[in-house]
């Protein structure tokens, strides 16, 4: 893979916010994707992980740019990585039609519908971006790393946690789509990148996940406001809920009376998720 190229640095908590630009080949185009390198007290220091996963319409700017995240991972020395939401660039015809669907709208899966061949979000996070980084990123340990997201980046960090429990240390999320399968985003997205058979769809449905892999030792921890406009049609908590107890996963979803499902929510309720990622990844 050739070496991303640093396109933006800006200092902030004595780290840097860095933007990167390289060619994905699991996606066939340009991709961008942010990292905050804390601050270092000897350069052969290597700091942990934390991916972070962004909802629908977002790029890899939203994160770096709304949530603060930056204050607790410097003073934590967790690096955070942000990438994109889906491959840009390919114009593939209808990708930009509608906001919760194509173009920022990846939902983190491998699609396998021809039309959508290059949607390969989830080879993207788990496999591309991890190699990407250890073999050009001397100061990040990717073998130690966790992973949270919102909306959709929390649909996103749940499942590909669930699926990797050997990659991650832990898992948190802000308002996610926890059950897909079953809320108008998920079956839009999921008939177009992955076609009718229903059951290929529970690959990628946290809820029908967690009862296949359940040993999970870092409690989840989400995140939702009760007056999330999305809550009940599209959202789903309490049947994720369900199924944890189901199998005994340690689960922790905070109701938040009051917060919606913007950035000053995720700014608001942040530097406790990044908390619970270092403890994890620290121990």
Known sequence: MEKPTEISSAKM????????????????CSMTFHIYFPPSSSPSHK??????????????????AKSGAQRVASSEGVALISPDTSPRGLNVEGESDSWDFGVGAGFYLNATQEKWKN?????YIVKELPLLLS????QLDTSRASIFGHSMGGHGALTIYL???????????????VNPTNCPWGQKAFTNYLGENKVAWQEYDATCL???????????????GDE??????????????EACRKVNVPLLVRMQPGYDHSYYFIATFIDDHIRHHAQALNL
């Not at 908590?13 to 066939?28: I, M, T, V, W």
């Not at 073999?135 to 001397?138: L, M, T």
């Not at 999330?228 to 809920?241: G, I, R, V, Y």
Request: proline fraction near 6%; include cysteine.
């Open 119 to 123: 949607w390969l979000m989830y080879d």
């Open 228 to 241: 999330d406009k999305f809550l009940k049609e599209q959202l789903l908590p309490h049947k994720f809920a």
């Open 163 to 177: 699926k990797n429990l050997d990659k991650y240390k832990s898992v948190s999320a802000f308002s996610p789509i």
């Open 210 to 224: 967690v009862s296949k892999f359940n040993n999970v030792s870092a409690t989840i921890l989400i995140d939702q």
């Open 135 to 138: 073999e050009n990123f001397p």
């Open 47 to 64: 700091f942990p992980v934390l991916y972070w996963l962004s909802g629908l319409t977002c790029t890899d700017e939203n994160f770096i």
């Open 13 to 28: 908590f004595d780290g840097y916010n860095k933007r990167y630009k390289h060619y994905s080949p699991a996606l066939g």
